[in-house]
């Protein structure tokens, strides 16, 4: 009604093994490696001389109407508007000139042929040219292709070279690379081909939703992907709705057969009705209604059929986010609905309504790349056009999953990881959350089962620790809350809740801007590093106090929250075990609040102040691995730096630091005086140093230091000798060659650490 859907004769996309028209998104191009074939076209009044054409489909010259060429070709100035004779159909055709033409591709003279070529059905509009179609539907020649009748487009490609080169119209043959569409069911190589199908008016729709990005009210995620969008959006083409396959959504178009039958005639069978007399008396034949009409409206007469036709599968699909609603309300297009949808029927229309506006816009909509054309798009469209509203605010576009050789995963390839096979031998929770620690936003996925043991490893880590939680919980106090201020509370328990607090708002703000990996990640390092590695170790002597109780499960608890997006089954079944374990009213996790953020815990001084111990920590065990200490001996540290603070700080946490880097003894001194047999490693503004119990120790140190040394050296040198060998740089692959040298650094900073540790053995 709207004038937006119309019927014409355009050249489309066909499938001649389906015999269906296809969109351009449904025939994909490939490479192919074809061959460029160079014809010679005779003048019709000098059959002596012609014009060479070169072209990549000869078996389509029985449909050619014209010669091309570029109208600034000095080549052929001369000759446009000349006459030429078609070979093998002996047509006279003209030579036209049109910007169009490629100067460069070929000789510069090309063929055209409307019915079979989008470009060339271009150029035949432009110079109203005779549309030929030499093909049926099945991709064999018909009648108007002459001797070539009946054989497949392809035989007849053959047969047409054979017979121009026994005339001694075939120039040459070159090798030539092209692409071409391939039919996205059966992969068959599409015709072009001239076709009567149903279009839509894309540009009117596409104004309106080109207007609703630019200005933000549908934004993209990764930004990049708003560029593709509205380039296809601004050189937009008007969409071939109709489709010839079995199943779909049949067009409600209708014909009268007696209508049809008298189109062209008086109703007394005399002469032929004028065009007038056809748009008064409305004998068009042509009904479009939701519902089939009866009888005619024109002639009363009940031989009504319908188009054998279906919609574009997108063509119902872009209704889907107020569809869903049985959308349209009013009762003169839903008849038969209150039969189908029973369930729907007290208020309905109303009911639904309510519904829809409820719902509709909706928030996100999470999708591949190869569809913001099929669908995408298309939604934004269809919502302004029938509802007058975006039908959602953001669109993130996530990568594809390939295979560890960058292999798009295909079942015709089969590098198909199944997920089912993964949840089978990970669990769904690490197949869900390695999919989204690994995928950078917009980024393609390279996938290995391999990839999913972090998954895995993590879940056993909440699980583990979770357990440890619940075991060591004083049930009967059943603490759930949190105190409203952090004054009675040491610096352990304000630590964790501080690193909470910052991860969760790190968290919340990547899950405003799509960034999942990021968020995930935060929330693994978080209590894997801080909660287990950390927290837990640094209250296990003192986890029955009661401030640790509550602080403890509190952070398990709003942890299980955050990530529950992420890992959804693990965090559910640990929340209902805390629930049990008293305090929690909801029913599920799922329906509990997100965390609310806490500022007034976030202290980034005291953060500050623990990461200094836990590097000490980190150091000493470090010291102690250098100097194989058994894991149950302790050792005696001597900490020596000028800065009272730090010695403030590591003397309120020296139990905690004796306990978890195992020291016997820490004792502190204002400034380091070298001594012999000590090992030492220096921290930022601090020395630490270990003593040797004794001279016999010292030496088996050296000792294994020079080992140390010398095997270093050797490598280097064998490093260093194969980085200068030119074939290997010159040969072996990019990566190799980095790896290299990164390892040729590596052992060079390992070698100054070596020699530092014996000049203080010294």
């Known amino acids: ?142 009648e108007k292709a002459g001797d070539y009748r009946d054989m497949d487009r392809f035989e007849a490609r053959e047969v047409i070279i054979e017979d121009l080169k026994e005339k001694g119209l075939l120039e040459k043959i070159e090798p030539h690379q092209l692409s071409a569409g391939h039919c996205y069911r059966c992969h068959t190589i ?33 930004k990049r992907w708003t560029r593709v969008y509205l380039s296809w959006m601004e050189n937009i083409q008007d969409w071939c709705i109709s489709r010839q396959i079995w199943w779909g959504h049949r067009l409600p178009v209708y014909y009268c057969k007696n209508c049809l039958g008298r189109i062209n005639e008086r109703t007394d ?23 089939m009409p009866e009888k005619c409206p024109v002639c009363g007469s009940s031989g009504i059929y319908q188009d054998e036709d279906v919609l574009d599968t997108w063509f119902s699909s872009w209704l889907w986010p107020f569809a869903t609603f049985y959308w349209p309300f009013d009762s003169s297009l839903t008849a038969n609905r209150e039969e189908t949808f029973p369930l729907h ?33 298309r939604m934004i469209m269809a919502g302004l056009e029938f509802q007058k509203n975006i039908p959602f605010k953001d669109v993130y576009i996530h990568g594809t999953v390939r295979d560890i050789e960058g292999r798009k995963m295909s079942k015709s390839l089969g590098n198909v990881i199944d997920p089912l096979d993964i949840i089978s031998e990970y669990g769904t929770d690490a197949l869900r959350f390695s999919l989204i620690s690994i995928t950078a936003q917009g980024q393609d996925v390279f996938l290995s089962k391999e990839r999913f043991e972090q998954g895995r490893n993590f879940c056993n880590k909440i699980w583990n620790a979770s357990r440890f939680v ?94 529950h997006p992420f890992i959804p089954f693990i965090s559910e079944e640990i929340w209902q075990c805390l629930k049990n374990a008293g305090g929690e009213t909801g029913e599920s996790i799922m329906v509990c609040a997100w965390p609310r953020g806490r500022k007034e815990f976030i202290d980034k001084k005291l953060e500050g102040k623990m990461n200094s111990v836990f590097e000490l920590i980190n150091v000493i065990r470090n010291m102690r691995s250098e100097l194989e200490v058994p894991l149950q001996e302790t050792v005696t540290v001597k900490l020596c730096t000028g800065d009272k603070t730090k010695i403030e700080l ?45 001279e016999a120790d010292a030496r088996k140190f050296m000792r294994k230091t020079e080992q140390k040394m010398a095997k270093t050296e050797s490598e280097i040198c064998s490093k260093t000798a194969t980085l200068a060998n030119e074939n290997f740089v010159n040969r072996a692959p990019a990566e190799v060659v980095e790896k290299e040298r990164a390892r040729l650094q590596e052992l060079k900073e390992t070698l100054i650490k070596l020699k530092a540790v014996k000049d203080g053995l010294a």
């Open 190 to 222: 599409i015709e072009p081909y001239l076709s009567k199908q149903w279009f839509v008016k894309m540009a009117p729709l596409a104004k309106p939703a080109i207007e609703a990005v630019k200005k933000g009210k549908v934004t993209f995620h990764p």
């Open 470 to 563: 619940l075991m060591n919980l004083d049930h009967s106090d059943a603490p759930a809350g949190i105190p409203e201020g952090k004054e009675n509370l040491d610096m352990i328990n304000r630590w964790i809740l501080s690193r909470f607090y910052s991860v969760l708002n790190e968290v919340s703000g990547n899950l405003d801007v799509f960034k999942f990996n990021e968020a995930a990640n935060q929330l693994y390092g978080f209590f894997w590093h801080e909660f287990c590695d950390w927290y837990l170790e640094l209250i296990k002597k003192d986890i029955r106090n009661p401030r640790n109780q509550v602080v403890m499960r509190y952070v398990l608890e709003n942890f299980l929250r955050a990530a």
């Open 650 to 694: 590591y003397g309120d946490m020296a139990s905690h630091i004796q306990t978890m880097a195992k020291i016997k003894d820490l004792c502190f001194a204002p400034q380091y005086v070298q001594a012999r047999g000590e090992f030492v490693t220096v921290l930022k503004d601090a020395h630490i140093v270990i003593p040797f119990a004794g």
């Open 1 to 142: 009604k709207k004038g937006l859907i119309y019927q014409g004769h355009k050249v489309i996309n066909w499938c001649p093994r389906c015999q269906t028209a296809l969109s351009d998104e449904e025939a994909p191009h490939h490479d192919l490696q074809g061959n460029l074939y160079y014809l010679k076209y005779p003048f019709k009044d000098n059959p002596d001389e012609f014009i060479t054409v070169a072209t990549t489909r000869p078996e389509t010259m029985p449909g050619d109407t014209a010669v091309a060429v570029n109208p600034r070709d000095r080549r052929y100035k001369k000759y446009i508007g000349r006459e030429l004779v078609l070979p093998l159909v002996n047509r006279g055709i003209k030579i036209i000139a049109d910007d169009m033409v490629d100067k460069k591709f070929g000789t510069g003279a090309v063929k055209v042929t409307p019915a079979h070529d989008p470009n060339d059905y271009l150029m035949g509009t432009r110079h109203r040219l005779e549309f030929v179609n030499v093909m049926r539907p099945d991709g064999r020649m018909n």
């Open 269 to 291: 069978n005399s002469t032929p009705l004028t065009e007038k007399e056809k748009k008064d008396k409305g004998y068009k034949g042509v009904i479009v209604a939701a519902v």
């Open 345 to 377: 029927m007290d208020g309905p229309a109303q009911k639904r309504r309510k519904e829809l506006e409820y719902f509709y816009p909706t928030s996100v909509l999470v999708t591949a790349p190869e569809i913001i054309f099929f669908w995408v798009a």
